[in-house]
């Protein structure tokens, strides 16, 4: 029993020990990697500057590659490529403040991402930002910025402004996104709603990951019951940031007013049935095929709950030896009407 105890400790002991030497690297890595940055940021400011006061052309980044890879042989970073990139680095974030409190914080080869895809700087930053608080690899950030993302984030049509309270309301409306790319589901533009939604729940990752950071995945065809009848909720998440359920309907058509009111309703449940008192109000999503911005402002103007709505995109064209594989839309109808009965 004695050894035992001693056993249970020492593996306590050694778990404890582990965690913080993992805590070490990791912090290790981190200041390392600002170190590296800080220090690319600075050799990019003197060839610069050489350059401006000395006239110096760009021969002088082919003798800083010789001598310096010759200086430090266990240095990798000093190639003529690598030397341009610290010297565009530089030119494009002239603070080194912003260095040393932002950037520094994401990997060097992020940054040489941004600055060959990307010229705008204020769309370079909202990576940057992104990047840190989500822990992207590089190849997620890459497929972020071939998604546009800076360009959706934020664009959905919302009420949120007058149905939430600040800074609630701010958070919510840069949650949401406008238009949702679902490019990793292998499924025809005409798909039922209940395709895709099996489509997005087998592949929740991805889905999660173009819906943003904080959201937990609670269920798919969420059942409520209202004065003894059954309703179904496509897609139920759980926002941790925003501390509130997050409801997703799918409309594979245009949308339509009495969306609205469905999702309205659906709220007003989520409210009574599910709601913690500590949490926020709760939030819809309605994601449709196309959408009238006019029509849809004015659907959302009077609506008691906050709702927000945006379009979605499937894979853009399809093989023509895939398509004519593709179930028809009787097909479909057959597989979703059995799927239907059996929930």
């Known amino acids: 029993m004695v050894a035992q105890v001693i056993t249970q400790d020492y593996e306590k002991f050694l778990e404890d020990l582990k965690n913080r030497v993992a805590l070490s690297r990791y912090k290790a890595a981190r200041t390392v990697n600002r170190e590296l940055i800080l220090l690319y940021h600075h050799i990019g400011q003197q060839i610069l500057q050489k350059q401006r006061d000395q006239g110096w052309g760009s021969k002088i980044i082919q003798n800083l590659s010789k001598d310096l890879s010759k200086a430090f042989p266990e240095m990798k970073g000093f190639s003529v490529a690598n030397l341009h990139n610290m010297r565009r680095f530089a030119e494009?974030?002239?603070?080194?403040?912003?260095?040393?409190?932002?950037?520094?914080?994401?990997?060097?080869y992020h940054h040489v991402v941004l600055m060959?895809?990307?010229?705008?700087?204020?769309?370079?930053?909202?990576?940057?930002?992104?990047?840190?608080?989500y822990g992207w690899s590089r190849a997620i950030m890459i497929h972020q910025i071939e998604l546009g993302l800076h360009k959706r984030q934020g664009k959905a049509v919302t009420n949120f402004d007058t149905k939430l309270a600040s800074p609630t309301s701010d958070l919510a409306n840069q949650t949401l996104k406008d238009p949702y790319i679902f490019d990793f589901l292998s499924i025809s533009k005409e798909a039922h709603e209940r395709e895709i939604e099996k489509g997005l729940v087998s592949h929740i990752e991805r889905f999660i990951m173009?819906?943003?950071?904080?959201?937990?995945?609670?269920g798919r065809q969420y059942h409520l019951t209202v004065s003894q009848k059954d309703y179904y909720i496509d897609l139920l998440f759980y926002h941790l940031k925003l501390r509130c359920f997050v409801a997703i309907e799918l409309k594979a058509v245009e949308f339509e007013p009495e969306h609205a009111g469905k999702m309205n309703f659906y709220l007003s449940a989520i409210d009574d049935l599910l709601k913690?008192?500590?949490?926020?109000p709760s939030i819809g999503l309605i994601l449709c095929k196309t959408k009238d911005q006019v029509l849809a402002e004015y659907a959302l103007r009077d609506m008691n709950k906050p709702i927000g709505l945006a379009e979605y995109r499937l894979?853009?064209?399809?093989?023509?030896?895939?398509?004519?594989?593709?179930?028809?839309?009787?097909?479909?109808?057959?597989?979703?009407?059995?799927?239907?009965?059996?929930?």
């Not at 990307?118 to 990047?131: G, T, V």
């Not at 173009?210 to 609670?218: C, I, N, T």
């Not at 913690?276 to 926020?280: F, L, S």
């Open 276 to 280: 913690h008192p500590t949490d926020n």
């Open 315 to 343: 894979t853009e064209a399809l093989p023509e030896n895939i398509k004519t594989e593709l179930p028809t839309i009787e097909e479909l109808e057959k597989v979703l009407s059995k799927d239907y009965s059996e929930n």
């Open 116 to 133: 060959e895809r990307l010229k705008e700087e204020e769309a370079r930053i909202f990576y940057i930002q992104n990047a840190i608080e």
């Open 92 to 108: 494009l974030y002239p603070n080194s403040g912003f260095i040393q409190q932002v950037a520094g914080e994401l990997p060097w």
């Open 210 to 218: 173009e819906l943003g950071g904080g959201f937990a995945f609670v």
